[in-house]
């Protein structure tokens, strides 16, 4: 038979307990926002450098087809070399485009990370009612179930999204379109 103290210390642990699962939900929660925001940031700067890449390659492909078409002995004899470093320049610009398959990676993962920022922010709030009678602890347990549960659901549906084939819309289901 439990006595009252024993019902009391019981409830103010499974509350402590409900308190921790909130404080690392909201601090997971915190920590992805700082995750998308460094994505976002990294998208936009490889964003950068590819188009400055891009402008500088283009730049020198242009003036080597220029000095092509002058017509001195020396620039025919210089002829065969423009054309090698014409094909590098042109294969460094295919690669260069490889950009848009990591772009994709990094949206796919942003996704993944607000998807899961959704899920602990409705997990928090979950917790964020009042509780009925605090000297029960089955209350706070139940409301710690909710809490692990939501997250744990929102871990299961992110994992399935990202493995379902043949989904048509490439950046829900985490996929990368190659080309």
């Not at 019902?7 to 995750?35: F, H, M, P, W, Y």
């Not at 485009?97 to 997990?123: F, Y």
Request: charged content about 25%; aromatic content about 2%.
């Amino acid at each position: 038979m439990q006595t009252d103290s024993t019902r009391t210390i019981d409830a103010k642990d499974a509350e402590q307990a409900t308190g921790l699962l909130v404080t690392v939900a909201s601090t997971l929660n915190e920590r992805l926002a700082v995750t998308a925001g460094e994505l976002a940031r990294s998208q936009e700067l490889l964003r950068e450098a590819s188009e400055e890449l891009m402008t500088a390659f283009r730049g020198a492909a242009d003036r080597i087809v220029a000095a092509q078409r002058v017509s001195s002995p020396a620039a025919v004899e210089a002829g065969a070399e423009y054309g090698v470093v014409l094909d590098h320049l042109y294969r460094a610009v295919q690669h260069l485009q490889s950009h848009d398959l990591v772009n994709q990676l990094i949206d796919a993962q942003k996704l993944r990370v607000d998807k899961m920022r959704e899920k602990l922010a409705q997990a928090i709030m979950l917790a964020a009612p009042p509780v009925n009678d605090p000297a029960q602890a089955e209350q706070w347990l139940e409301r710690s179930r909710l809490v692990l549960d939501c997250i744990v659901a929102g871990i299961a549906q992110i994992d399935e999204e990202a493995r379902m084939p043949g989904k048509s819309d490439a950046k829900s289901a985490g996929s990368v379109d190659l080309f």
